[in-house]
T-cell receptor
């Protein structure tokens, strides 16, 4: 079992609806990263969060996408008014700190399909 | 901009063949390098990492990788692949001018024929 828990594993939405993806990091990890993986493409960095803070959201689309990591509870990636192009696998990763030699631990991902 | 290039998108091998997957990066400064594997339907798992010392790194399941600083490369190798190695492999780079971000390559899908 992956220590990073993501849910749901699969999410189907119609165009215009909202999608909420959840990620609980590994125990003891306070750094969370979100990535998007499109078919035949690698993982694209979206956002990096620590508890209650967004550290870097340079990979997030400017509109419709937001992320949070509250003091209590999982990190949430929220996509408003979804479009077909949002269909992808979204992976969450966590690490205990940002030391260069610390790898990130990944969850199983949420596969988002837009009808 | 920082980038990671993986040379082959798809590789097909027979069991017992040798494997080498290429990875090049464009970064400044000290970097940390990783190879991850993603088996079908599963999450990414760390195969091996390099952050200092011996540039030849041994990982799990018989994989190894060599960091060649002058070539900005970190190629993954395995002398004899098995059917169970069928998966997607991602090279990743962290640090240097990219800071804390981990930048991933596009991945290489390996299919090993039994």
């Amino acid at each position: 079992n992956a220590g990073v828990m993501q849910n749901p594993r699969h999410l189907v939405r119609r165009r215009g609806q909202e999608a909420r993806l959840r990620c609980s990091p590994m125990k003891g990890h306070s750094h969370v990263y979100w990535y998007r993986q499109l078919p035949e493409e690698g993982l694209k960095f979206m956002v990096y969060l620590q508890k209650e803070n967004i550290i870097d959201e340079s990979g997030m689309p400017k509109e419709r996408f937001s992320a949070e990591f509250p003091k209590e509870g999982p990190s949430i990636l929220r996509i408003q008014q979804v479009v077909r192009g949002d269909s992808a696998a979204y992976f969450c990763a966590s690490s205990p700190n940002t030391d260069g030699n610390q790898p990130q631990h990944f969850g199983d991902g949420t596969r988002l399909s837009i009808l | 901009a920082q980038s990671v290039s993986q040379h082959n998108h798809h590789v097909i091998l027979s069991e017992a063949a040798s494997l080498e997957l290429g990875c090049n990066y464009s970064y400044g400064g000290t970097v940390n390098l990783f190879w991850y594997v993603q088996y079908p339907g599963q999450h990414l798992q760390l195969l091996l990492k390099y952050f200092s010392g011996d540039p030849l790194v041994k990982g799990i399941k018989g994989f190894e990788a060599e960091f060649i600083k002058s070539k900005f490369s970190f190629n993954l190798r395995k002398p004899s692949v098995q059917w169970s190695d069928t998966a997607e492999y991602f090279c990743a780079v962290k640090g240097g001018t990219g800071g804390f971000k981990t930048i991933f390559g596009a991945g290489t899908r390996l299919f090993v024929k039994a």
